[in-house]
C-alpha cells in the first residue's frame, strides 16, 4: 500500500444519528491491494475509490462494521419473498464499474427521493468525475451489478470482492458491499434486500465466508436492516467480531 495523506474531519453533525457529533479519519491511497484494504476493512474501515475511511467520534462507538456468515445464513420470511418476486423478473448483470448518463440519472433519483422521505441532506445532481472517484476509479478490481426489470435499469450496486488475503487473515474472505442505489418507483420490490441476497448467493458460489454490509448503526433507520441478516457479527470497539445476532 502508498499512502498519500491522512487527515481528520473536526466534529460535526452525525449524518446518522443527529444528536451526535461525528468525525471521520481519512486516508488516501495511490496503491491499494484487495488483500491490503480486507485487512483494513477487518480493523474498520471502508472506502469509496481510492479513499479509505473510519470513525473516530469521541464518545460514541455506534457505527459498528457488520458481516454475515454466509454458510450459517437463514433468510426469514420477508426475505423468501422477496427473492421469490423478484427470481426471473430482475435480472442481474455483473461488469467492470463504468460512468453512463442511465446511472447518473438513477443515482440522482434515488437522492432526490431519499431527501424528501427520509430526510437525507439535500445533493446536488452527481458530476460524472465525482460518480467515477468515487465508484468507478479503484486500486484493485471491483464489480459492479446492475439490475434490469423489462431492460430498464433499476439498480447499481457495487461490490468489493475480496478472496485475497495476508497472512493472520486467512478465513476472513468475502464480498463487500461498497454502496447500492435503485429506482425509487420500483421500491416495492425490495431491490436492497435483494442485492444482499444476491451478494450472499454469489460468495457461497465462489466459496467465501462472509458478506460485509459496512457499518450497522442501531437507532439509523437507513442502516438498521442490515441486522435481519442472520446470523451476523459486528466488531466491537475491542477490535474483535462477535455474533451479534442469530
Known sequence: ??????????????????????????????????????????????????????????????????????????????????????????????????????????????????????DWPEKGPRDPQGYAEAYVVQPFPVEEWCYYLDGKLVGVGYIDPLSETLPGDEGQGGLSAIYFYYDPAERHRGLGTLNVLMAIAQAERRGLPYVYLGYYVAGCASLEYKARFVPNQTRRADGTWRLFRE
Not at 15 to 27: C, G, I, K, V
Not at 34 to 43: D, G, K, T, V
Request: glycine share 4%; aromatic share 10%; hydrophobic share 30%.
Open 1 to 118: 500500500m502508498h499512502s498519500l495523506t491522512v487527515f481528520t474531519t473536526p466534529p460535526s453533525e452525525c449524518a446518522y444519528l443527529p444528536d451526535q457529533q461525528w468525525s471521520l479519519e481519512y486516508e488516501l491511497a495511490s496503491e491499494l491491494s484487495a488483500a491490503e484494504y480486507l485487512r483494513r476493512m477487518i480493523e474498520g474501515w471502508r472506502h469509496f475509490g481510492h479513499m479509505m475511511f473510519h470513525p473516530v467520534c469521541e464518545g460514541c462507538r455506534s457505527c459498528m462494521p457488520i458481516r454475515i456468515r454466509v454458510d450459517d445464513f437463514r433468510p426469514d420470511r420477508s426475505q423468501k419473498r422477496c427473492r421469490r418476486a423478484n427470481e426471473g423478473v430482475v435480472e442481474l448483470e455483473i461488469r467492470e464499474p463504468s460512468v453512463t448518463r442511465e446511472k447518473l440519472d438513477l443515482y440522482d433519483e434515488y437522492h432526490a427521493f431519499q431527501a424528501d422521505h427520509k
